[in-house]
């Protein structure tokens, strides 16, 4: 257990969260951010307790969500520190609905792919973290909302519980392009792509005019040594006047407190539901991590560190 | 010779354009427009005469743009029609900088890139009658301005008498990235795509944080039965937060008419350079259309089918 320098927390680590993006963290490609090093600590978001403050922000026994990394102490200089409030929703909701995955979905949906009601809205990965978030907003908001999962089970999940319109399972589909048309019949407004590959393929080849894509993450590339081959489709792109865009939540910080008001409503209304899958143990967070990289996961992958 | 019936031109055809996106008509595959039926009239833009009129707005001996086919006599209703005023430039630019490939440029470059002064602009089919404006626009604008075509004639053309900053023969570049890296030193903003393939992935690969590319056409992709294969690397938008958008020129008809009165004070100013290669006689078009997708062409290809 470290010691607080001055203007630094020590945080005991309760949940942490394992997301896809971290595959570019354990890769010396260039990113956004910078590798994790070799015997370094794995970079990561969790939730905790403060157990020690010289930080006039947090005092001890405060709830905070940040970057604590892989580890059960963490000692953090406040930077993207937030205190989070265990009376509105359990803690580990910061790392989900009410953290980084619900403001992904949030801001892919409603910033980058515009989505409007009446449009149809595919979203892949729809039975992870950020997906099955996206489907509810987008249902709420009044769109066609059809998901895309590897698992039947999933997709009787947002089917059923979560109120998606229609749903498919890539892993039995057969032919995506068939299943998709099945699905939206009047074509696809809006794609928010989790997955990247053949699935996005199919997916861009049934948008609509002036359809937007929101590229928030490209799961089936992440574990490749170098980019896999794939038919050349931009052209589609043209046909449609269709638009494709990259997008991180980071960049969307000055508007968290917005957006996370809107959830945390939506939330305490029922409107917005989740589901978390919780491993034990600090020493099986590399397990949780791959299971969530292989989709053995419904809704979001955490670990507990410690139950106190 | 046709007779113009109630509402309808005759026009005598002077100049026929032949332009990339005419191979989409030559396919039955789906895109924006319908396919040309076998034995039906080639689509595609003239300029000529008006040699008999029933329409209000048109007499006998306007010069007139529009879709008159690959055809001596086109009979029209007057949609799509317009006047062009021969005092202003020779006509046969209404089909080069005061026509479709001038709007292209103009609104790609301007509205979809929406590229700004001090960022560095790269356009494929540098060449052409389309990124040769575009690089001209783009350097007016105050960008730095790169482009890449087949031939260190055309290289020499565009870095010469067209004042691009830099650009490079990809025929003989050996190494795309190398090339773009050493020409775009401070990366690349705004990428005008008229290629697709090889070449745009390695655009795609140096654009900077939120980047910009406009999907004009993918020539290299146009005379495949089916998709050519390219590594996956969309993963790269996310990263730089960039955006793809394709674009249709028609879809700015409503602007045309500040597009060209722009472009053509451009010309009278001597701002806006341009070449045209003509090919002579109306039998000649399917030979100067296959020159021009070989990219045998340096600045607007055109076919001459009359000379009164």
Redesign the interface.
């Known amino acids: 257990m470290p010691e607080p320098g001055e203007g630094e927390v020590v945080v005991k680590v309760m949940f942490l969260s394992v997301d896809p993006y971290m595959r570019g963290r354990m890769s010396e490609a260039?990113?956004?951010a910078a590798p994790v090093e070799i015997g370094g600590v794995m970079t990561g978001g969790g939730v905790g307790q403060v157990v020690a403050s010289r930080h006039p922000k947090y005092s001890e026994g405060d709830i905070v969500e940040g970057m604590t990394g892989w580890q059960e102490y963490a000692c953090l200089n406040g930077r993207g520190v937030r205190k989070i409030d265990p009376a509105l929703a359990p803690v580990s909701t910061a790392l989900g609905v009410l953290g980084m995955p619900g403001l992904t979905a949030y801001f892919g949906l409603f910033d980058v792919c515009a989505a409007k009601a009446g449009e149809t809205v595919v979203v892949s990965g729809a039975a992870g973290a950020v997906g099955s978030l996206v489907g509810q907003m987008a249902k709420m908001h009044g769109c066609r909302t059809v998901g895309i999962a590897g698992g039947d089970d999933k997709i009787a999940w947002i089917t059923g519980e979560l109120g998606f319109d229609a749903g498919f399972n890539y892993k039995t589909s057969g032919n995506y392009r068939e299943s998709l048309k099945a699905q939206c019949p009047d074509g696809v407004d809006c794609y928010f792509d989790n997955v990247?590959?053949p699935i996005?393929d199919a997916v861009l080849m049934q948008i609509n005019l002036r359809g937007r894509i929101a590229?928030?993450?490209?799961i089936s590339?992440y574990n490749l040594e170098?980019?896999?081959?794939?038919?050349?489709?931009?052209?589609?792109?043209?046909?449609?006047?269709?638009?494709?865009?990259?997008?991180?939540v980071l960049?969307y910080a000055e508007r968290f407190r917005e957006a996370l008001t809107q959830m945390a409503q939506w939330l305490r209304e029922g409107k917005l539901k989740y589901r978390e899958q919780v491993e034990e143990g600090l020493e099986n967070t590399p397990r949780a991590f791959l299971n969530m990289m292989r989709g053995g996961n419904t809704g979001k992958q955490l670990v507990r560190v410690s139950r106190d």
């Open positions: 260039k990113s956004y990247g590959g996005s590229i928030c993450g490209q590339q170098k980019p896999e081959m794939g038919p050349r489709l931009l052209g589609q792109l043209i046909v449609k006047r269709a638009r494709m865009e990259g997008f991180l960049d």
